[in-house]
T-cell receptor, first 116, second 110 residues
Framework: GAGVSQSPSNKVTEKGKDVELRCDPISGHTALYWYRQRLGQGLEFLIYFQGNSAPDKSGLPSDRFSAERTGESVSTLTIQRTQQEDSAVYLC??????????????FGAGTRLSVL | QKEVEQNSGPLSVPEGAIASLNCTYSDRGSQSFFWYRQYSGKSPELIMSIYSNGDKEDGRFTAQLNKASQYVSLLIRDSQPSDSATYLCAVGDNFNKFYFGSGTKLNVKP
């Protein structure tokens, strides 16, 4: 596609429910990132996928959070047993890994998650 | 822990003035440096990227990188009210991983 696509754009859920967020990266981009942004805060790194390499999960805040990516396409971020502190905007970004460090991330519009 | 520091602001400048935004980073091995603009309720959009020491100009925007001092700055000339947003500094490492500052809120007063 022309840009990074995320769905749903908004998600309201009840505490304790599981949610699944989807990200469709720019075609040809091998790297995909998930970030969390709480209201008025900066971006908090969650997880990074690069091609077929093992993902960097170092930013996942707890074992309730997991993410998958099939090849170099769609990724899903799953939050189990949601808590109110999970309320945030979840941003996905993709980049095309080139030579050296000339990689630029392009962001999707985000999913605004509200846990009641 | 690789850190990226920004003054949270708000930075207020009058219309037509130069806005100067600064960012420092902790990892000397950092390879790539970016400035993103984020309007309230929107996702970040790339303004500038810079990879080597010195200045890089693009229209009203100039990015400046000093690796020895570990800082990167963004100058916005002839600031417009439409430039009012939060500006995020991002730093990339050798492993294609990026670290973001918490952002500086810029307010351009008409």
């Amino acid at each position: 596609g022309a840009g990074v696509s995320q769905s749903p754009s908004n998600k309201v859920t009840e505490k304790g429910k599981d949610v699944e967020l989807r990200c469709d990266p720019i075609s040809g981009h091998t790297a995909l990132y998930w970030y969390r942004q709480r209201l008025g805060q900066g971006l908090e790194f969650l997880i990074y996928f690069q091609g077929n390499s093992a993902p960097d999960k170092s930013g996942l805040p707890s074992d309730r959070f997991s993410a998958e990516r099939t090849g170099e396409s769609v990724s899903t971020l799953t939050i189990q047993r949601t808590q109110q502190e999970d309320s945030a905007v979840y941003l996905c970004a993709s980049s095309q890994r080139g030579s050296g460090a000339k990689n630029i991330q392009y962001f999707g519009a985000g999913t605004r998650l509200s846990v009641l | 822990q690789k850190e990226v520091e920004q003054n949270s602001g708000p930075l207020s400048v009058p219309e037509g003035a130069i806005a100067s935004l600064n960012c420092t980073y902790s990892d000397r091995g950092s390879q790539s440096f970016f400035w993103y603009r984020q309007y309230s309720g929107k996702s970040p959009e790339l303004i500038m990227s810079i990879y080597s020491n010195g200045d890089k100009e693009d229209g009203r925007f100039t990015a400046q990188l000093n690796k020895a001092s570990q800082y990167v700055s963004l100058l916005i000339r002839d600031s417009q009210p439409s430039d009012s947003a939060t500006y995020l500094c991002a730093v990339g490492d050798n492993f294609n991983k990026f670290y973001f500052g918490s952002g500086t809120k810029l307010n351009v007063k008409p």
